[in-house]
């Protein structure tokens, strides 16, 4: 049986989180004397002298709206890289617990288990990025905290099947970590609908890929409203500066624009792909759900070199497990994709 009390570390547990000012005192009107700021202004053109809202309420509940669930789920981080460190610090014993990952996939994973001196076990995914069920459940043991699913996942673009996912959500009692990064990209929907059926399932997103907002460093998980909690008592009083707020604010009007990039991109892949197919040098192109391919192909270490040299910057996947032979490259505006096929025609 799923048990949050006995799945959190003990000092997390018995942990009084720390009251800032603004935790104690919430309203607007006054004369603010409780949080030792300059109450004259700040040195920059524009004021920054007051702390921000430490939950970020307003940009939640604006969210909430958007993605149909309740600002009690919504946790925001400094970028998702600081939800998946927080999650390993509310779970995982260091030098005692363990995670599951599914090699080949995004690497902030295992770096952030390290950093936390916690085990990691790879269940590397099968021929053509297939989730390995059986070998995932035989892999948990008693101190298994976390499992790691990334879908659409980061190298490959590939999903995993919905009913596979589930399978290990319902026969696991950690916490399984679906990261929706790419989501946004796929066919098959977000797994914030299922969030009332699994309590221990956390999703997280991101503004820093469709949103385009990679330089606010914006994070997103969604949960249960007893997990936001634990996330929102272990992390730093205010993760979220006020800018980002405001800004996130911004962009959360403009989900139109997204919604036509989305759309653009999406076509774009597929043209793509066509066009890399042509090439005698790719071997294969496997059929993706995110921004960006995988591409298989003959003497990818010079391909990645001359690509450089021609100033296209593209991703070196060819060391990774299951990834031989491959760059990765992002979906760019249709003039850049076009400028990669040129040059790669001319190789
Ligand atoms: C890009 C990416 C993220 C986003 O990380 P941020 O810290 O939010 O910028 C998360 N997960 C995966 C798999 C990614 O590729």
């Not at 309420?57 to 149909?68: T, W, Y």
């Not at 009913?163 to 929907?189: C, Q, R």
């Not at 707020?245 to 624009?257: G, I, P, S, V």
Request: with cysteine; aromatic share 8%.
């Amino acid at each position: 049986m799923f048990n949050i009390e006995n799945l959190v570390r003990e000092n997390i547990r018995n942990l009084s989180p720390y009251s800032s000012a603004r935790d104690e005192y919430k309203g607007e009107a006054g004369i603010f004397l409780d949080a030792n700021e300059n109450s004259f202004g700040s040195a920059s053109d524009e004021l920054h002298n007051r702390y921000p809202d430490p939950l970020a309420l307003e940009l939640k509940a604006q969210l909430g709206l958007i993605k149909d669930v309740k600002a009690s789920q919504i946790f925001l981080g400094n970028g998702s890289d600081e939800a998946i460190d927080l999650l390993f610090r509310i779970f995982c014993n260091p030098a005692k617990d363990n995670v599951i990952i599914l090699p080949p996939t995004y690497g902030m994973y295992s770096v952030s288990a390290h950093i936390n001196d916690v085990k990691v076990i790879n269940v590397n995914l099968k021929a053509d990025f297939i989730l390995d069920v059986d070998g995932i459940l035989n892999a948990i043991n008693e101190n298994t905290k976390l499992i790691f699913l990334c879908c659409p996942n980061n190298p490959s673009g590939t999903s995993f099947k919905e009913g596979e996912m589930k399978t290990i959500l319902k026969n696991f009692n950690g916490i399984v970590v679906l990261d929706e990064a790419y989501i946004d990209y796929s066919s098959s929907k977000s797994f914030i609908s299922e969030l009332g059926n699994y309590p221990n399932l956390v999703i997280l997103q991101t503004f820093s890929k469709a949103w385009g907002m990679a330089n606010l460093r914006l994070g997103i998980a969604y949960a249960s409203k007893t997990i936001i909690g634990l996330l929102n008592k272990v992390k730093s009083p205010y993760n979220i500066n006020g800018l980002t707020q405001q800004l996130a604010l911004k962009a959360l009007n403009n989900k139109d624009r997204v919604k036509t990039w989305i759309d653009i991109i999406i076509i774009e892949r597929e043209k793509l792909i066509i066009e890399l197919l042509k090439l005698p040098f790719v071997i294969k192109v496997y059929p993706s759900e995110a921004n960006f391919i995988l591409v298989k192909m003959r003497e990818s270490g010079k391909m990645y070199d001359y690509l450089i040299a021609n100033k296209i910057i593209v991703r070196d996947r060819s060391n990774v497990i299951l990834c031989e032979g491959c760059l990765r490259i992002t979906i760019g505006t249709e003039k850049e994709n076009s400028g990669l096929i040129k040059i790669l025609k001319q190789f």
